[in-house]
């Protein structure tokens, strides 16, 4: 039980943290650009990406012609935000990334043993996931490292919190019930 709250305890200063993050500090947008004239790009949008998805622009199937893009298309944006469904999703994905955090660190250990466990961890996600959105597929190096940061201290964050819920070790329960 004791657990079980610890991971939502966990979801629920993750979720806060990824408030603060992305939505209270301006910075990581300040990465991004802008289209010189928003309203036509929309428009452009609308035109010539009829779905919300993912699309290639040229496609697979297309030779390059000097210019590539990525562009993802949402069709769906709600008319009020933030929308609630989607911080609901947002609340469950913390939960299971709290949920394998305890899977990763499993018992109750020297915090500091418990912070580098997890940070290596997350440096190894951050290498395999943001790296390869670099390498790959062409993400502004600049934006990316936002991303990194945010989620290493995700991270780092988890396992402060998570790791005052976790159960003792074998050996620190077997002395315990010793002494009792």
């Not at 035109?47 to 697979?60: D, E, I, L, T």
């Not at 190096?141 to 988890?158: N, R």
């Amino acid at each position: 039980m004791k657990l079980a709250v610890g991971i939502v305890v966990t979801a629920v200063v993750l979720f806060v943290f990824g408030f603060l993050f992305w939505a209270a500090n301006p910075l990581p947008s300040a990465s991004w650009n802008t289209a010189a004239d928003q309203a036509a790009a929309q428009n452009a949008v609308r035109a010539h990406f009829p779905q919300s998805g993912v699309y290639n622009v040229p496609g697979a199937a297309t030779a390059p012609s000097g210019v590539w893009a990525m562009v993802y298309v949402n069709h769906d944006v709600p008319e009020t935000l933030p929308d609630p469904a989607e911080m609901l999703r947002g609340f469950f994905h913390y939960v299971l990334v709290a949920l394998m955090l305890a899977l990763l660190l499993r018992q109750r250990a020297p915090l500091a043993e418990q912070v580098k466990k997890a940070a290596v961890a997350g440096l190894a996600a951050v290498i395999v996931v943001e790296g390869s959105d670099v390498v790959w597929w062409g993400y502004p190096l600049g934006w990316k490292l936002w991303s990194v940061g945010y989620h290493e201290l995700v991270f780092v964050i988890g396992a402060l919190t998570l790791a005052k819920f976790l159960p003792a070790s074998g050996a620190a329960q077997a002395s315990g019930a010793a002494e009792a």
